[in-house]
């Protein structure tokens, strides 16, 4: 019996327990029989929880694009492998096969080892969605090299932390890139970090937009010659289970962006397993997921799972308004996509436009429809469900993060019963347990707890790259031998689980994880400011939006306090990026703060919902007055 395709409910309990009760056999059954491997594990999993060390499929020799791409050229090589529908529905896609995607990534392979990149070494790429980012990433996978993929939305200050941390050695990027009605550049963006980076030897630029540059003699070379010259034949590199496959950094509730480390073997069998269930993915499907690769859905359901299953995966350049908010459903119809996979903050913004730009489109292609990213509304669930599911496509909420790896919490399509803002069940090999404030396991249902996993699962995150101790301490410490996901969740009567929202100072802005703590940072790096508080507040369309609480310790110079606030969010943009500016911004004399001189966020957080009326406890605050002046007035 194969346990890579559950087909039934019945099948899914069954495919559970047996993952529960025998993990080596589950997983191990599942790394045989659907990958190819130099070399087979000497154990599928050993791990000590409270030291955090996780390894799965000890010593297995494998190589994931050679299971993403080589494999499947004597049955597939014809088949498409990546559409890349550009940002202007003028220009023309571009219908890459396995055999085209092959002779790329084969090339791009031999510039980067050309140029001198070896097995180990760290390349940044900070590349539009384009197909040479897909390509990129599999290249560095081929020849061993860690990827390193920034968001291009990023600023340069953003940049070089992340380069410099992860100490890459090269940079992948563009001239610019397009994005809607605008031409955006981006390697002056990359000059300006480098100002700040000592390790990286070598730029290569990718000419996509047609933006003059400055390309710096000995550093920057175009990509396009080399490509031409070099080989499109490439034997991928021998590498070992647990060598890591890329970094990939997500905000934390410090300063430093934490580089989560995957591995190639566990990261390769999980992303594949999830895809090919959670989407019900079939042979001649259409995978559309609308992300961006600079994160990890990108990373996980554009590139690796649809590939290792061999499938067609859409890249689309663009954003869902350009050249009108019938964007999406075009694409839909002209390539006859049959999973569709989104964000609630996207199908929030489309919601407001009028309906016949979604129903004038024949969407009768789609067979599942996903959601993740930040928990769905009964609105916006209901939106997706009769306007673009027709109420005939099942919708999988999603539940994961950048350190899960892959997808941990989801309905299977026509196998779970949905329920509005449910992620409904665990995937089997995942152990979700609910933890009350005691750190005891919550065995009833229909009560909030903390959502942890208490036993690994192959796509996991290694490590924080460099800070073994930090990964160790934000993940494994909170709930001894549990990893905690940093979640609020409940289970509801049959143990279908909901996801509350975040219990820390992450808020998830428009489907994008920012934490408050580099926000503040970087107000405070103003001249005019002397404190301030950043808090998540609820949002139409964002889901979350920003709130600053800032006070000021020059104000005599700074009496425009409009211009002011747009100066603060120039730092914002500046440090972090535009995604991260605030949206609302209030001028304060003092912040509430408790005797040990922590600033009470959660009051902050009440005040800017506009729940003012009962604030709990507040006797720990040394300031309690300061409540009603910040309900009542700014300064
Ligand atoms: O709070 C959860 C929320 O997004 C967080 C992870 O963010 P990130 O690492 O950027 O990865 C996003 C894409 C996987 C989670 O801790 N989140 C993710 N999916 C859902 C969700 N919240 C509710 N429902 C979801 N389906």
């Not at 300006?192 to 000995?218: H, Q, T």
Request: aromatic share 12%.
């Amino acid at each position: 019996m194969s346990y890579y395709k559950i087909e039934n409910l019945e099948q899914y309990f069954k495919h559970y327990k047996k993952s529960v009760r025998e993990p080596r056999k589950f997983w191990g059954k599942i790394a045989e029989e659907n990958f190819v491997w130099y070399q087979a594990w000497d154990k599928v999993f050993e791990f000590d929880m409270e030291e955090a060390r996780f390894e799965w499929f000890t010593n297995a020799k494998l190589n994931i694009v050679k299971n993403c791409i080589d494999r499947h050229l004597a049955k597939r090589g014809e088949k498409t492998a990546i559409i890349f529908e550009p940002n202007n529905p003028e220009e023309k896609e571009q219908r890459i096969s396995y055999n085209d995607l092959y002779a790329r990534v084969s090339k791009m392979a031999n510039v980067l080892k050309d140029q001198g990149i070896k097995k180990g070494d760290r390349v940044c790429i900070y590349l539009p969605m384009i197909p040479e980012l897909a390509i990129s990433m599999l290249a560095c996978a081929r020849i061993g090299a860690i990827h390193s993929v920034i968001f291009a939305g990023f600023s340069s200050s953003a940049i070089s932390k992340r380069i410099t941390n992860s100490e890459c050695k090269f940079v992948i990027t563009s001239d610019g890139s397009f994005r809607g009605n605008k031409k955006i550049p981006l390697k002056p963006i990359i000059d300006e970090a480098l100002l700040e980076c000592e390790s990286v030897e070598k730029v290569l630029v990718v000419n996509r937009a047609g933006i003059d540059i400055k390309m710096m003699e000995g550093r920057d070379l175009w990509l396009e010659p080399l490509l031409e010259q070099a080989s499109p034949n490439h034997v991928a590199q021998v590498m070992d289970s647990e060598d890591p496959l890329f970094i990939l950094y997500t905000s934390g509730s410090t300063g430093v962006p934490k580089g989560m480390v995957h591995t190639t073997a566990g990261y390769m069998v999980q992303t594949a397993y999830s895809f090919k269930n959670v989407f019900d993915y079939k042979e001649n499907d259409i995978f559309w997921c609308t992300a961006d690769c600079g994160w990890i859905t990108g990373h996980s359901y554009i590139v690796y799972g649809p590939l290792l299953n061999g499938a067609t995966t859409v890249l689309f350049e663009g954003v869902p308004s350009y050249p009108n908010p019938s964007r999406f459903w075009d694409i839909i119809d002209k390539y006859k996509v049959t999973q569709f996979y989104t964000a609630p903050t996207a199908i929030r913004a489309l919601m407001t436009e009028d309906y016949s730009y979604v129903n004038s489109h024949d969407l009768s292609s789609l067979r599942v429809i996903g959601s993740v990213g930040e928990p769905i509304n009964e609105e916006a669930w209901h939106w997706y469900n009769d306007h673009v599911g027709k109420k005939k496509c099942p919708i999988v909420d999603t539940w994961w993060q950048t350190e899960t790896g892959s997808i941990l919490i989801s309905p299977l399509p026509f196998i779970t019963p949905t329920k509005p803002t449910y992620a409904t069940l665990p995937l089997p090999g995942i152990q979700a347990v609910l933890m009350d404030d005691k750190r005891n396991e919550i065995e009833e249902n229909q009560i909030d707890g903390s959502l942890c996993i208490k036993f690994p699962w192959p796509s996991m995150a290694r490590t924080i790259w460099g800070d073994h101790k930090r990964y160790k301490e934000t993940y494994f410490s909170q709930f001894p031998g549990k990893y905690f996901t940093g979640d609020g969740a409940l289970r509801d009567e049959v143990g279908y689980y909901r996801i509350t929202g975040r219990a820390d100072d992450v808020v998830i802005v428009s489907g994008h994880n920012l934490g408050t703590a580099p926000i503040e940072d970087a107000i405070n790096e103003h001249p005019a400011v002397a404190e301030s508080a950043v808090v998540g507040y609820k949002h139409d369309i964002k889901g979350n939006a920003l709130y600053g609480y800032i006070t000021l310790k020059m104000e005599g110079e700074y009496r425009d306090r409009e211009n002011l606030k747009k100066e603060i969010n120039q730092y914002i943009s500046s440090h972090i990026g535009p995604i991260a500016k605030l949206d609302k911004i209030q001028f304060v004399e003092a912040l509430p703060k408790t005797r040990s001189g922590k600033i009470m966020r959660r009051i902050l957080r009440s005040i800017a919902n506009g729940e003012t009326k009962d604030f709990g406890d507040i006797s720990t605050l040394i300031n309690p007055e300061e409540i009603e002046k910040i309900i009542t007035k700014t300064i």
